[in-house]
């Protein structure tokens, strides 16, 4: 059973890792992704690659940023503001989950 540790929290999502398997899961906008350690590591590259990218939407709220899951066949949609709001949210977790390790490292 997991074990779940926060590593962000707010009204837009959560991202959180279990503290016995390693598993990453995702809630933003409208959907939730369970990922592995390296998943999670090339998602988070994923996003922020694709949410650099020149805007090329013709409308401000279009879907315009694409993002493949590990999954075959399921991608995510987002508007180009949601995926500047993922990018910021997943390099919280990320630095969160990185200090956590580092602390874990002196108090053991």
Do not use: W
Not at 55 to 68: C, F, N, R, T, Y
């Amino acid at each position: 059973m997991c074990g779940f540790r926060y590593l962000y929290n707010g009204e837009d999502g959560y991202i959180v890792r279990c503290k016995n398997c390693g598993h990453y899961q995702i809630a933003f906008a409208s959907f939730m992704l369970t990922l592995s350690q390296s998943e999670f590591q090339s998602f988070c590259e994923l996003a922020k690659y694709k949410c650099s990218e020149p805007d090329h939407s013709l409308a401000e709220h279009s879907k315009s940023i694409i993002l493949q899951t590990p999954a075959q066949g399921v991608f995510i949609l987002l508007t180009k503001s949601e995926g500047a709001r993922l990018c910021e949210i997943l390099e919280e977790a990320d630095n969160e989950d990185k200090a956590l390790s580092l602390i874990s490292m002196f108090s053991s």
